[in-house]
């Protein structure tokens, strides 16, 4: 196994590791590490089946449904297709230079209590432009707060909507994106989540603070909430904290989602672009539900 620095924003490159073939308990365990440790691993060279890529995520706790898709993917549950055309192929953007699957800096899932641990992204087919995926570290956005800013934030909780990130569309019906069916806007309940929580494996703080879920402060409104919003997402969406990923044929990206903020460039409509997307398992609760946070808040007053 060959492990080499990605960036100089961290995470690692991986060669000779077959994630196709089952794994031992040792190596389970050193696979494991390089995720607790760098949080961003891309595993290159892979040639993986749907049914592979889920077996892959043994070795990190294993596949979580999709709650946002309708229909599971028919070959392998826990797989989501991620594609300009559609999951079956069948999706042709109307404008060739529109960009297609743009999303905001967000944690997956980050809509439930309990959100994924973590996800794999395995690249099958890469367009001639765009399709890179952003990252940002957690870690090093609470690292590198100024002091005052720090202090502020301290013991203050973010409101995470689903909501929120769709206040876009129709908010009615279930509605088409990238040709998947997905929920309404009114399927998941408003979570809260500590704007800094430290990381269930390492203990490191993490500033959690994802633009497009991020709704509201808990503890504060008005003016003051709107100028402290703004100013977190000013200092986490710096260009000098994203490291953005250019895939590789075979290219296997995983991330830790405690951890790690991602986003997706957009791809330009003349090209298809298909990725497999398996989240891995839960962990512990780190968010509340609503009931939770209203007498959070109303302790707090």
């Known amino acids: ?51 592979q890529l889920v077996e892959a995520g043994a070795p990190f706790g294993g596949a979580m449904l999709n709650k946002v898709t309708v229909a599971p993917d028919p070959e392998a549950v826990g797989i989501s297709v991620v ?16 960009l297609v699957g743009q ?18 992204l395995y690249a099958v087919q890469i367009p001639e432009e765009g399709g890179q995926t952003g990252f940002i570290d957690g ?7 100024p002091p005052d800013l720090r202090e502020q934030i301290e013991g203050l909780h973010v409101i995470q909507s689903w909501r929120h990130s769709r206040r876009e569309d129709d908010g009615g019906q279930q509605y088409r994106r990238n040709g998947a069916v997905e929920l309404a806007r009114d399927r998941f309940e408003d979570v809260v989540y500590p704007i800094v ?16 879920w991020a709704a509201g402060i808990l503890e504060m409104s008005g003016s003051a909430a709107e100028a402290l919003h703004a100013r977190i997402m000013a200092h ?6 994203q490291y953005w990923h250019k895939y ?24 298809a672009r298909t990725l497999w997307s ?24």
Do not use: C
Request: glycine share 10%; hydrophobic share 35%; charged share 20%.
């Open 1 to 51: 196994m060959k492990v080499q620095r990605l960036s100089d924003l961290g995470g690692v490159s991986v060669e000779g590791v077959d994630l196709a073939i089952p794994k031992t308990p040792e190596e389970s365990r050193a696979l494991k590490g390089l995720l607790d440790e760098h949080g961003l691993v891309v595993f290159r060279n892979q040639n993986l089946t749907k049914r």
């Open 83 to 98: 594609s300009t055309r559609g999951v079956d192929g069948d999706v042709m953007p109307d404008d060739p230079d529109k």
């Open 103 to 120: 999303a905001d800096w967000h944690t997956d899932q980050g809509y439930l209590v309990q959100p994924n641990r973590g996800k794999i």
């Open 139 to 145: 870690q090093t956005t609470y690292a590198t707060l």
């Open 197 to 212: 929580y430290p990381h269930p494996v390492t203990g490191a703080n993490v500033l959690n603070y994802p633009p497009l």
């Open 236 to 241: 986490i969406v710096q260009p000098k904290f």
């Open 248 to 271: 590789s044929p075979g290219d296997a990206v995983m991330w830790d989602n405690w951890r790690f903020l991602h986003s997706a460039g957009g791809t330009p409509g003349r090209y």
């Open 278 to 301: 398996m989240a891995i398992v839960a962990g512990p609760i780190l968010g509340l539900t609503t009931e939770q946070a209203a007498a959070l808040k109303q302790n707090a007053a």
